[in-house]
């Protein structure tokens, strides 16, 4: 069945440090790849996503580019900051299957002034 | 901005006993779902709801659970008579399409059985 794995956190970083949050998936069909985030006391908010092979999506400095070939969706950020500091969840849907959403488990992430 | 909403935002209950948990969803969205967290662990998909009906549930949705709108603004939980293992943070999330991808998520209610 379809599922993802994403990397064990917490990452803790300093602020302007490079992120990546490593991200596979499991899909018998032909998956949308998304990445949410939730900040403390919040809901989880769409970060990006990407509907098809080699599609990069990028918000707020964030990117993932959907990579068929090794099944993966790294989270990337060139610099983050103090205000980044929340958990991020990879997650995908299935063309064939709407609706249900697979989570990864999440990743904490820290970045220290 | 619109929002999905959650309440409570913490529930304790003692083993046995029934939990409902209730969200507003996004108020033109047509689509509803619940999905749960134990700690540590995946968020899971527990069922979705359309037009009044399930249209699709997990096998962790057992007879213990069952969802309502009851008054078309509120979208219920159920836990009939809750187990330890229930011990969950429970997300709601609604989507206007359901072919839009993007589902739209409540702050979850943290759910503890004691």
């Known amino acids: 069945g379809d599922s993802v794995t994403q990397m064990e956190g917490p990452v803790t970083l300093s602020e302007e440090a490079f992120l990546t949050i490593n991200c596979t998936y499991t899909?018998?069909?032909?998956?949308?790849l998304f990445w949410y985030v939730q900040y403390p006391g919040e809901g989880l908010q769409l970060l990006l996503k990407a509907t098809k092979a080699d599609d990069k999506g990028s918000n707020k400095g964030f990117e993932a580019t959907y990579r068929k070939e090794t099944t993966s969706f790294h989270l990337e950020k060139g610099s983050v900051q103090v205000s980044d500091s929340a958990v991020y969840f990879c997650a995908l849907s299935d063309l064939y299957n709407f609706n249900k959403f697979y989570f990864g488990s999440g990743t904490k992430l820290n970045v220290k002034p | 901005e619109p929002e999905v909403t959650q309440t409570p935002s913490h529930q304790v209950t003692q083993m046995g006993q029934e939990v409902i948990l209730r969200c507003v969803p996004i108020?033109?969205?047509?689509?509803f779902y619940w999905y749960r967290q134990i700690l540590g662990q995946k968020v899971e998909f527990l069922v979705s709801?359309?037009?009044?009906?399930?249209?699709?549930k997990s096998e962790i949705f057992d007879d213990q659970f069952s969802v309502e709108r009851p008054d078309g603004s509120n979208f219920t939980l159920k836990i009939r008579s809750t187990k330890l293992e229930d011990s969950a943070m429970y997300f709601c999330?609604?989507?206007?399409?359901?072919?839009?991808?993007?589902?739209?998520f409540g702050p979850g209610t943290r759910l503890t059985v004691t």
């Open positions: 999330a609604s989507s206007a399409e359901i072919s839009s991808y993007e589902q739209y």
């Open positions: 709801f359309y037009n009044n009906e399930i249209s699709e």
């Open positions: 899909a018998t069909g032909y998956p949308s």
């Open positions: 108020s033109n969205h047509l689509y």
